[in-house]
Every structure is written in C-alpha cells, then in structure tokens.
C-alpha cells in the first residue's frame, strides 16, 4: 500500500512538473517586509542613486567644458553638455520614477526637477550671477534643476563664456551636489538592519509612492499636458530637447522594475530586489500577482507607440492602460498588502 501511494504521489507530481505547476507555486520563496526593504534599498535605490551621481558628474563637466570653449569648438562642445544632460535626465528619472527615502526626505524632485520651467526666474538667476553653492540657495527652485538645464542648452541660443552659461554651470554643479548626497543616503540607509515595525513602514511608503507614480505618469507627465494643448503640440515634460519619449521610458523602467519579476528568477530571501509580484506570489497570492503582471503587460504596447510617435492620438490607449494598472495596485494590491493608501508625493508639484 506504502508502494501505490509511493507511485501515484511520484506520477502527479511528475504530471505537474510538466505542467510548469510546481515551479510557479513553489520557486518563489516567503518574503517578509523586511526583505522586500533589504532588496528595494540595496539592488535598486543604491546602484540607480549611484548611477544618476556619476551621469550628473559627467553633465556638470561638460557644461563646464562647453562654458569655457573657444569659438571654434563651441558647437560641439554644446552637443557634449546635451548629450550629458539627457543621460543624467534619464539616470535620475529612473531612480526617482517611484520616490522614498531620502528622495522624499530630501524633497528632491522639488529641488532638481520642478515642473513646470519658469524662464522668467531662469532670467532672474542669470542676473543675480550666482558663482558658488552658497549664492544658489538664494535662487528659487523653479529656476533651477534639469528643466532650467534644458532650457538654457536648448531653448535659448546661449553662447559659451557669457552670463547665461556661467548660470548653468552653476545650474549643472547644485543637480549634482544633490546627486551625490542622494547616492550617500541610500547607500548609508542600505547598511541599517530591518526591524520589522520599520521594514513595515518603509514597504507601505513604498507602495504609495508606487501608486503614486503610476498616477504620475498617467496624468502629470502625460494626459495633462495633452489634455491642456487645445489644439497645440502638448508641452510634455522634457519637450524642449526632444526628450520627452525618454523621460516616459525612464519613468516606466523604474515602475515596472518595481512591479513585475523580470527573466531572472526570484531571489533568495535578502538576496535580490523582490518586485511587488515576486512578493505577492512568496505569500502564494499567484491569482493577484497574474492579475498585475497582466496589468502592467496591458501597458506596455500603448505607451511604445505614444514614446515613438509623441502624438495626441495615442495619449488615451496609454493614459487607459496605466489607469487600469493603478486600479489594480490601488484597489486590490495594496488591501493584499495590507497597506493604506494616501497622499503621495510622487503627485507633487
């Protein structure tokens, strides 16, 4: 009898090994809070903060190269400082697509990404010719950060050696002093031991803030702009240097990388970054985290067609397909996790 049930308990199992059953229940380890803090923290917030540190060193060198250029390698030392610009854009709208830590703490996006630009303040810190880090605080925000940057290098026909381009050195040089110390706090806030009433309250700021980004990039970053162009080109964030399809992208890297295991497999436990999916399937709620990774598959088609064509008429597919995610993650992911959800600062300014 110990034999029979030996071999039928060996046949269903082998039946559900072909299936691919046993490897999506079973492969995903139980994760706690504090592994999914342990994770968010070491292997996403400090290799992106890190990241966005070494862009915006690179970007501050080559506004400072281009400032100084003689007439005859101006133009190319333009395009350098642009091209640096976009890859620091992009470094820090992955890191800051889904906000916590020292990025609220620090009110970050504030200081270096508030939208939307004020030229007139650009102006007014020109004049005030700032030459160091003290004489910047004295120059309101608005006037400053990676949309001041943009405007500078494309929007006005700002010569090297002049007024303007000792502004944005300065502009380039406070973006990467806030850098570094975001690069500092995450790595600093990646060594502390999770206690599990902390590790709770860091995983619920994180899923707020998760919701708040989906929203963020729903509205601010792209309905609104469109629903407000009344017949105009939308001014989509990071318009002015053609950027915009980028910024959507780095925005969405850092929300899906968040959302969804990627091909590798799940981590062990204090291992690896565990995405809300990875982690609602460690708790064996694989019907939900279906129901998101269907969610965030919905979308990804409408958003590349609006990143490739940046054209009015695919706005609604994207804006439906990310407020469908935000229904799920708001709605039943969050009640899942046991977090409630309110105010967050990713909906900002």
């Not at 999506?24 to 292997?43: D, I």
């Not at 500092?184 to 980004?213: I, K, L, P, T």
């Amino acid at each position: 009898m110990h034999d029979a049930y030996s071999w039928r308990t060996m046949m269903a199992a082998c039946a559900m090994w072909a299936a691919g059953a046993v490897q999506a229940v079973t492969a995903v380890p139980y994760y706690t809070p504090a592994h999914f803090a342990e994770g968010l923290y070491a292997h996403w917030y400090v290799p992106r903060s890190a990241e966005l540190a070494q862009r915006s060193g690179e970007m501050q060198r080559a506004v400072q190269q281009w400032c100084e250029a003689a007439p005859a390698t101006e133009r190319p030392a333009r395009a350098a400082a642009r091209t640096a610009w976009q890859a620091a854009a992009q470094a820090w709208d992955r890191l800051s697509a889904v906000a916590v830590g020292p990025l609220v703490q620090r009110r970050s996006a504030r200081q270096i990404d508030f939208h939307p630009t004020r030229p007139k303040l650009i102006e007014r810190g020109i004049a005030a010719a700032p030459a160091d880090a003290k004489d910047m605080e004295r120059v309101g925000t608005p006037g400053k950060g990676f949309p001041a940057l943009e405007w500078l290098l494309w929007r006005e026909q700002v010569a090297a050696r002049t007024p303007a381009c000792r502004y944005a050195v300065q502009v380039a040089a406070e973006i990467d002093r806030e850098a570094v110390a975001l690069r500092d706090a995450f790595a600093e806030a990646a060594q502390r031991g999770w206690e599990d009433e902390q590790a709770s309250q860091v995983m619920a700021e994180a899923v707020n803030q998760w919701v708040g980004a989906v929203e963020r990039l729903r509205w601010a970053d792209i309905g609104r702009p469109a629903a407000s162009a009344h017949g105009h080109a939308p001014e989509f964030p990071r318009a002015a240097s053609g950027s915009s399809g980028a910024a959507w992208t780095a925005r969405w890297a850092g929300i899906e990388a968040l959302t969804v295991q990627g091909t590798e497999a799940p981590p062990a436990p204090g291992k690896g970054l565990v995405p809300v999916e990875t982690y609602l399937r460690g708790r064996g709620l694989n019907p939900l985290a279906d129901r998101l990774r269907a969610s965030v598959q919905g979308v990804k088609a409408p958003l590349q067609a609006l990143v490739q064509s940046a054209a009015p008429a695919q706005v609604p597919a994207a804006t439906a397909a990310l407020g469908e995610l935000k229904r799920v993650a708001e709605g039943d992911v969050a009640a899942a996790l046991n977090v409630n959800i309110g105010f967050s600062d990713a909906d900002g300014d």
